[in-house]
């Protein structure tokens, strides 16, 4: 029978990750990848996505604390590479509603456009 469930395997950053969806990796070490987003919302806007297949932040668990924190330092390394580091902007969307689309866990590197201050929540409904 089928789970209604989908195996996290099935998500289109799994493929990319296993090499199952042919992918350019920017940047890659042991835990993670980085790809340039297919559909940039600035100059630069890269995927970090490890390669752990975690659904969204919130089901992070505790044994995965260095896999966050290596997510966190590698952004620093792939900025360093993309001559970045002066600004960026790092998001997660963290489920649908917040505009989650790809159900495995990845940081946005947003880079290359000014950003105004306050204005964190815009596109919302
Ligand atoms: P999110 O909406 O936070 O789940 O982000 C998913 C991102 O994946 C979006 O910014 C998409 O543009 C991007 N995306 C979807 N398919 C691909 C792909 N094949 N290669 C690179 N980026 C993709």
Known sequence: MKSWVEPMS????AK??????PSEFIYEDEHCVAINDINPQAPTHVLVIPRKAIPKL????PEDQALLGHLMLAVGKIAEQLGITDAFRVVVNNGADAGQTVFHLHLH???GR?????QLARGFD
């Open 58 to 61: 919130s089901d992070a668990k």
């Open 10 to 13: 099935d998500t289109l950053f």
């Open 114 to 118: 000014r950003f105004s201050e306050g």
């Open 109 to 111: 590197i947003i880079a």
């Open 16 to 21: 990319i990750v296993s090499g199952e969806i």
